[in-house]
Nanobody, 128 residues
Framework: QVQLVESGGGLVQAGGSLRLSCATSERQFSSYAVGWFRQAPGKEREFVAACSWSGSNTNYADSVKGRFTISRDDAKNTVYLQMNSLKPEDTAVYYC?????????????????????WGQGTQVTVSS
């Protein structure tokens, strides 16, 4: 069982920045495609950003494009989500997810059902 642990959430003013981290002890983490999702109160979980196992392909939700950046450091078994120009509507619990790919393909994944493992989430609150 792969465990993912998010950190870096908190309270920030609109226009500010946060960097979320998602760490794992999984030694083959470099073979996993990764993604970030979020869920606001009363809403369904939604896609935010995704990255292929190689890091060569990324994808973003339109609502965060140009403001958020997903990256990975496989030497540290960690995935990051840099969030800039934050807005109150970015307030949500943010989850990282991982999908085992066995180093095949170059795809990223935007559907939550495609992922095998999930973290417990970290709260991000943006005040106006």
């Amino acid at each position: 069982q792969v465990q993912l642990v998010e950190s870096g959430g908190g309270l920030v003013q609109a226009g500010g920045s946060l960097r979320l981290s998602c760490a794992t002890s999984e030694r083959q983490f470099s073979s996993y495609a990764v993604g970030w999702f979020r869920q606001a109160p009363g809403k369904e979980r939604e896609f935010v950003a995704a990255c292929s196992w190689s890091g060569s392909n990324t994808n973003y939700a339109d609502s965060v494009k140009g403001r958020f950046t997903i990256s990975r450091d496989d030497a540290k078994n960690t995935v990051y989500l840099q969030m800039n120009s934050l807005k109150p509507e970015d307030t949500a619990v943010y989850y990282c997810a991982a999908k085992r790919t066995y180093y095949t393909g170059t795809a990223y994944y935007t559907e939550s059902r495609e992922y095998d493992y999930w973290g417990q989430g970290t709260q991000v609150t943006v005040s106006s």
